[in-house]
């Protein structure tokens, strides 16, 4: 089986079973899940064809686009990087106490260290959070998403949290200025904190 371009047809599900050496059931399942996923169009009774991915896939598609190399990495993190300072902005704006302290604590878990994935998980947690304290809808289901891609391959970006002392007092000026209604400065505490993020990841 070669690579498929966006407006081929693919094979009949009899050709793909036989090829692939599965039954019918299985590729079928494996069809419906590429249609979920926006990256073929199935017409009953007509060919099934490949769509152009960028033009019609969600952020679902970058996890089969995992061995695509640095340019779709780079996308990923320039997209996490706008997104939380501007969740930082409305923060500050709309958090909850509940919110604010849940920051503060998250910021002291990260300076705790000791096990890189529990360090991560804790980065996770926090911009998490300053997502969710945001509130607005769109950039949490955003980062559902990003969850998805990100949580299941976290021990790949252990990176984020190396040199993890530098790091610490960004986190803490974030969740301060986020306590305290800043916007501005947690922005600009985001702002350091991720690209210290991806210059360790290479960025």
């Known amino acids: 089986m070669g690579r498929y371009r966006p407006g081929d ?3 009949s599900q009899r050709a793909l079973a036989a090829d692939l050496n599965v039954n019918m059931s299985t590729v079928r399942e494996a069809l419906g899940r590429l249609e979920q996923l926006r990256l073929v169009e199935v017409r009953h009774g007509n060919a099934t064809r490949v ?8 952020l ?13 990495l780079g996308d990923l993190f320039e997209a996490r990087r706008l997104l939380l300072v501007e969740s930082a902005r409305l923060a500050a704006e709309r958090r909850s106490e509940e919110q604010a ?38 950039f949490q289901l955003v ?15 252990a990176a984020l949290v190396s040199e ?28 350091s904190l991720t690209a210290a993020q991806e ?5």
């Open 51 to 58: 769509l152009d991915w960028r033009k019609s896939g969600g």
């Open 101 to 138: 302290s849940t920051l503060l604590e998250l910021a002291h878990a990260v300076a705790l260290g000791g096990d890189p994935e529990k360090v991560l998980l804790a980065d996770w947690e926090f911009m998490s959070s300053l997502v969710e304290a945001a509130d607005n809808l769109v």
């Open 143 to 157: 980062m559902n998403s990003v969850r998805e891609l990100y949580l299941p391959r976290v021990q790949a970006f």
């Open 164 to 191: 993890l002392e530098e790091l610490v007092p960004i986190y803490m000026q974030a969740a301060e200025a986020v306590a305290a209604h800043d916007g501005e400065s947690a922005a600009r505490a985001i702002v």
């Open 199 to 203: 210059v360790r990841l290479g960025g």
């Open 9 to 11: 047809r693919l094979p």
């Open 60 to 72: 679902e598609s970058l996890v089969l686009q995992s061995g695509a190399g640095e340019p779709v």
